[in-house]
Nanobody
């Protein structure tokens, strides 16, 4: 059973870069057919998909965030990382990493980590 754990700072200054790491156990981030996603949920709002990195290292991002988003990975540590630059208070949210599989959707979630952007 795969497990995902988010980590990173809970407080970020406006205009700075948010950096979060997802540590994966019970499965390899290089295993084919899986997509390693970042999703966030602002307070009182729905889930917003940020982007993913796949088993080969290819990435895809939400159009609304693409210009400020970078997802990378460290295969030796079985981790993938979210970097979101130029954050604003609207970036305040619970951030989740999650594993998905094409049309089957996202099946495995981390517990989420609260990130607050100062205003």
């Amino acid at each position: 059973q795969v497990q995902l754990q988010e980590s990173g700072p809970g407080l970020v200054n406006p205009s700075q870069t948010l950096s979060l790491t997802c540590t994966v156990s019970g499965g390899s981030i290089t295993t084919n057919s899986y997509y390693w996603n970042w999703i966030r949920q602002p307070p009182g709002k729905g889930l917003e998909w940020i982007g993913y990195i796949d088993s080969s290292g290819s990435t895809n991002y939400s159009p609304s965030l693409k210009s400020r988003t970078s997802i990378s990975r460290d295969t030796s540590k079985n981790q993938f990382t979210l970097q979101l630059s130029s954050v604003t208070p609207e970036g305040t949210a619970i951030y989740y990493c999650a594993r998905g599989r094409g049309f089957l959707g996202i099946r495995d979630w981390g517990q989420g980590t609260q990130v607050t952007v100062f205003s």
